[in-house]
């Protein structure tokens, strides 16, 4: 099936950085939402994105749906040690329970 | 607190052994999601049910089956483990009823199962 291309496929980023990164489709998508997943957890829900254009932020974290709709982006300000993990876009269509996946971008804090 | 629980967190079966790994909510979520995920992977949807209908994703292999015998409640069984069956295996639900957000998918903690 369809993935989403992400990137960076990894960042290694000191504490305190910002951390952008972006995910992109050759389809438009009505819901861009962004997941993170610790080792051995589940991915936990961090921003949903309804409408092209919109901003959304939670904490230190900022989304944008992209104007085209095929395109969303993650920033994080201020990295800390708890932001380690892999971040997971996902597109979706109206009237579609299902998720189309990115590849994921790992990211990891050097000491 | 509402939410998707998994059990067990670990399982391990024996080649060819069924084993069947449960997921519960407390959500009150009519779509019942099950993907497996290899090593960092992006998780893959092997079906899902939205009340009682099943879907079957048209690449999932035979070896693997779905139960859902109540709102609450979902089992996956894997018939006949095999090696590459070895993976994460994550249950996850959304509301399905109309409104903003009727399919953010929130996802349980997961069962990592080892095939010997």
């Known amino acids: 099936g369809q993935q989403l291309n992400q990137s960076p496929q990894s960042m290694f980023i000191q504490e305190g950085e910002d951390v952008s990164m972006n995910c992109t489709s050759s389809?438009?998508?009505?819901?861009w939402l962004w997941y993170k997943q610790d080792p051995g957890e589940g991915p936990v829900l961090l921003i949903a994105?309804?409408?092209?254009?919109e901003l959304t932020s939670n904490g230190r974290l900022t989304a944008q749906f992209g104007i085209t709709r095929k395109d969303s982006f993650l920033n994080i300000s201020a990295s800390i040690p708890s932001d380690v993990g892999i971040y997971f876009c996902?597109?979706?269509?109206?009237?579609?329970?299902?998720?189309?996946f990115g590849t994921g971008t790992r990211l990891t804090i050097i000491p | 607190d509402a939410m998707v629980i998994q059990n067990p967190r670990y399982q391990v079966t024996q080649f060819g052994k069924p084993v069947t790994l449960s997921c519960s909510q407390t959500?009150?979520?009519?779509?019942m999601y099950w993907y497996q995920q290899k090593s960092s992977q992006a998780p893959k949807l092997l079906f899902h049910?939205?009340?009682?209908?099943?879907?079957n994703e048209a690449d999932t292999p035979d070896n693997f089956q779905s139960r859902r015998p109540n709102t609450s409640f979902c089992f996956l069984d894997i018939r006949s483990p095999g090696l590459g069956d070895a993976a994460m295996y994550l249950c996850?639900?959304?509301?399905?009823?109309?409104?903003?957000?009727?399919?953010?998918?929130?996802f349980g903690p997961g069962t990592r199962l080892t095939v010997t």
């Open positions: 996850a639900t959304s509301s399905g009823t109309s409104g903003r957000a009727p399919y953010e998918q929130y």
């Open positions: 389809s438009i998508f009505n819901t």
């Open positions: 994105l309804y409408k092209a254009g």
């Open positions: 996902a597109g979706q269509n109206f009237g579609n329970e299902k998720l189309t």
């Open positions: 959500l009150n979520h009519n779509v």
């Open positions: 049910y939205y009340d009682k209908d099943f879907n």
